[in-house]
């Protein structure tokens, strides 16, 4: 007789040969989304000054990532989906953004598998607030937030490369929830559950258009790493090589002005279907 141990093992080869017969599912359409640009007749700055005051706000924050996951047996797509705020105010003349991320929604190509990141663990994810570089084209302002490399769960120097140590004397547990880096929990059907434990060098990049009714769009570009440090079963301590999809299509961003008392995530929530589109689903094959 199995122990349970080795039967969660078999079941989960079973779960992924099956899936590697069937292959992921699929994209959907790109782009996911034609954002709403207002009237093309409205009246754009014509100066830098005026427009960096133009897009002074509070904004609330969605956006999109697309990944592949080749080193799994069966591909692993992925979309993470980002709710927040994003603030651009001045500051000696310069216009900076801050970035607070407060929710993530994490979907997968594998209809049997779910996994799931909590609140704390996004929360934890600080931005370094940054200046934002501004460009008139085809009468139009666009928006460019360079990388700020910041760690997730180790302390150093986030110019450098990731730790690859599982060990090393600088992680943290910014989650609180007695693990190193920050935990990500992993289900398979009614199956198989577990968690890993990761760290992350997060690094992305915007570019971003001001459109006509206030609102402003365009897509990120992420060059993040990660690693696994950890996990609550061995067969979870394994090696990942998500890379982003190449199709910016895939990864759009939507920042939406809204009033500035609207700083928690429940009070986001409270308007998410007025003024977000719906959430990106794979397509059944």
């Known amino acids: 007789m199995l122990k349970k141990g080795k039967l969660s093992l078999v079941i989960l080869s079973v779960l992924i040969l099956f899936n590697a017969c069937s292959g992921p599912l699929d994209w959907p359409e790109s782009p996911l989304y034609q954002f709403d640009q207002g009237e093309s007749s409205a009246i754009q700055p014509a100066n830098l ?32 989906i980002s709710y927040g705020f994003t603030d651009f105010y001045l500051e000696n003349g310069k216009l900076m953004q801050r970035d607070r991320f407060l929710h993530a929604e994490q979907k997968l190509s594998n209809k049997n598998a779910k996994s799931e990141f909590s609140d704390e663990a996004v929360q934890a994810i600080k931005p370094r607030v940054q200046e934002v570089q501004m460009s008139l084209k085809n009468g139009r302002w666009h928006i460019y937030r360079p990388p700020t490399p910041t760690l997730l769960g180790i302390n150093g120097d986030p110019s450098q490369p990731l730790s690859r140590d599982p060990v090393d004397p600088n992680l943290t547990d910014p989650d609180q929830d007695g693990h190193p880096g920050v935990t990500v929990k992993i289900s398979v059907g009614n199956f198989f559950s577990g968690e890993i434990y990761i760290t992350r060098r997060e690094i992305f990049t915007n570019y971003l258009t001001r459109n006509n009714n ?49 700083d928690t995530y429940e009070e986001l929530m409270q308007i998410q279907d007025k003024i977000f589109p719906k959430e990106p689903e794979f397509l059944s094959k």
Request: hydrophobic share 35%.
């Open 49 to 80: 000054e005026s427009a960096r005051k133009m897009i002074v706000g509070h904004y609330a924050h969605y956006d999109v990532v697309a990944y592949e996951d080749t080193t799994t047996k069966t591909t692993m797509r992925t979309f993470i």
């Open 214 to 262: 206030g609102t402003i769009s365009g897509y990120v570009i992420d060059q993040s790493e990660q690693f696994v440090v950890g996990a609550s079963k061995k067969i979870l301590t394994q090696s990942s090589n998500s890379i982003q999809h190449p199709d910016m299509g895939l990864s759009p961003v939507l920042l939406v002005p809204i009033d500035p008392a609207i």
